[in-house]
């Protein structure tokens, strides 16, 4: 995951690719990660793992970590390591300020 133009604990940008995440993010639409956010059961994360990146919900159970869509149509995996949670998305980005959603 390249960024060049930012800083390694700045937020930043993504474009949600897919509906794999939906009906809470839907195809396309723009979220904002923070490297710097401690994740936590239920989060919404980047993380890079077995060569692609993923936006997905992180769910613990006792130790082991998965990886979560929101969609039914696919599955949950569980993290094994290596692996690197590159930021929790903090905010959804809409066209209009009625439409930002904010996450913790």
Do not use: W
């Amino acid at each position: 995951m390249a960024r060049d133009s930012c800083s390694a604990l700045e937020p930043y940008a993504l474009r949600v690719l897919g509906d794999s995440m939906e009906p809470e993010f839907a195809d396309g639409c723009v979220v904002i990660v923070d490297p710097g956010y401690a994740p936590r059961d239920g989060s919404y994360v980047v993380v890079e793992f077995a060569g692609d990146v993923f936006f997905r919900q992180l769910v613990f159970d006792g130790e082991r970590r998965f990886l979560k869509p929101l969609n039914p149509n696919y599955g949950s995996f569980e993290l094994t390591p290596p692996y690197a949670i590159r930021g929790g998305v903090v905010q959804q980005v809409g066209r209009r300020r009625s439409q930002r959603k904010h996450y913790e």
